[in-house]
T-cell receptor
Framework: LAKTTQPISMDSYEGQEVNITCSHN???????ITWYQQFPSQGPRFIIQ???TKVTNEVASLFIPADRKSSTLSLPRVSLSDTAVYYC?????????????FGAGTRLAVHP | NAGVTQTPKFQVLKTGQSMTLQCAQD?????MSWYRQDPGMGLRLIHY???????DQGEVPNGYNVSRSTTEDFPLRLLSAAPSQTSVYFC?????????????FGPGTRLLVL
């Protein structure tokens, strides 16, 4: 069961690039890395998912080194609306749904 | 396409009362799950289902029951509410492909147990 470690909080300013790193030293071969975003009083929302190397979508990029023991979520040019909690999850559904663990996440505060 | 819906949005219970939190999805997803989120904490998995008629326990199942009679609905029952069950409850659904998962979450139900 892969456990993840993320910074508890981060601060940034509008227009900056934000990189949030997640450590997952015990990641298994079949595990995927998934990031979610949660605004206050809302359910989490899927941002991006990857297995290795780099994945990019319209919202973010995900960088995964060759050893897959960590991953970095990159948010380009953040705005105030990116203030949220970001969760890194590592898991594989094939062995059972209950292997997925949400940690405390990283609270990102974007300032004007 | 409403996605994942939850009712009620907010509920106050007295200790010992029972109630059912409703969850429905219209995406024909096989997987559905219930999480609870306490203030300042991450989400903890209560129960999950991999299809109609199939349920299993998550990380914190005590005090909760679930059933899955249809693909669309996955109600969560609190048998005898306790103050420790005061939390925000989220329902989620997903379609799994080759070990990946993308969960769609409902808006949540805020429960206060007095």
């Amino acid at each position: 069961l892969a456990k993840t470690t993320q910074p508890i909080s981060m601060d940034s300013y509008e227009g900056q690039e934000v990189n949030i790193t997640c450590s997952h030293n015990n990641i298994a071969t079949n595990d995927y890395i998934t990031w979610y975003q949660q605004f206050p009083s809302q359910g989490p929302r899927f941002i991006i998912q990857g297995y290795k190397t780099k994945v990019t979508n319209e919202v973010a990029s995900l960088f995964i080194p060759a050893d897959r023991k960590s991953s970095t979520l990159s948010l380009p040019r953040v705005s105030l609306s990116d203030t949220a909690v970001y969760y890194c999850l590592v898991g594989d559904f094939s062995g059972g749904y209950n292997k997925l663990i949400f940690g405390a996440g990283t609270r990102l505060a974007v300032h004007p | 396409n409403a996605g994942v819906t939850q009712t009620p949005k907010f509920q106050v219970l007295k200790t010992g009362q029972s109630m059912t939190l409703q969850c429905a999805q219209d995406m024909n997803h096989e997987y559905m799950s219930w999480y609870r989120q306490d203030p300042g904490m991450g989400l903890r998995l209560i129960h999950y289902s991999v299809g109609a008629g199939i349920t299993d326990q998550g990380e914190v199942p005590n005090g909760y029951n679930v059933s899955r009679s249809t693909t669309e609905d996955f109600p969560l029952r609190l048998l005898s509410a306790a103050p420790s069950q005061t939390s925000v409850y989220f329902c989620a659904s997903s379609a799994m492909t080759s070990g990946r998962e993308t969960q769609y979450f409902g808006p949540g139900t805020r429960l206060l147990v007095l």
